[in-house]
């Protein structure tokens, strides 16, 4: 699924990739990252001081915060391109093209789960048997196989609606949910 890469490899291959990595992570280059990272966080603290300055206690989700800054660090860092994704008003437009245009192309596009215990399975629509019972459960059996596709709850017009198919990045923007 991942390749012989470094999170899915084990043993001499994994110690190989490991070895050629560790330079990257030097003391050496983590100081001239240093001054990076130090200017995105004082930036990141400016934004969310700005927006959540109310004296009460305010609860707001982070990640986004923390992956705009991450990103930043990272263009900053690698290819010395400056993004300012933290304070950049355009980048959740941005990133839902981005999330809509890569929609068919999932790094994972199947999961696989195995069952535990034996267990009843409900349907979201009944079916009918061959007997013409309708059937609104199924029975599963103890270390049973589930192999979900996540490609297809993207394409499915129950979930997505009606324009499941058409290229609408605004169904990932935030005020349009």
């Known amino acids: 699924m991942f390749g012989e890469g470094l999170i899915s490899t084990l043993g001499e291959q994994h110690r190989k990739q490991r070895k050629k990595l560790n330079p990257v992570f030097s003391t050496s280059n983590m100081r001239e990252l240093l001054p990076i990272i130090q200017t995105v966080s004082h930036q990141l603290k400016s934004v969310l001081v700005a927006n959540f300055s109310d004296p009460t206690s305010v609860e707001f989700d982070v990640l986004p915060w923390f992956s705009r800054s991450a990103v930043d660090c990272i263009c900053e860092g690698i290819p010395g391109y400056y993004l300012n994704a933290v304070d950049n008003e355009y980048i959740e437009a941005l990133d839902a093209v981005v999330r809509k245009t890569l929609r068919p192309y999932l790094s994972l596009p199947v ?55 058409d290229w609408k990045p605004e169904r990932w923007l935030k005020a349009s949910q």
């Open 111 to 165: 999961l696989s789960r195995r069952t535990t215990e034996a267990t009843s399975l409900p349907l979201q629509f009944p079916v009918r048997s061959a007997s013409g019972e309708e059937i609104g459960a199924v029975s599963v059996a103890e270390n049973h196989t589930f192999v979900i596709s996540i490609l297809a709850t993207n394409y499915n017009k129950a979930v997505c609606g009606k324009d499941a198919s």
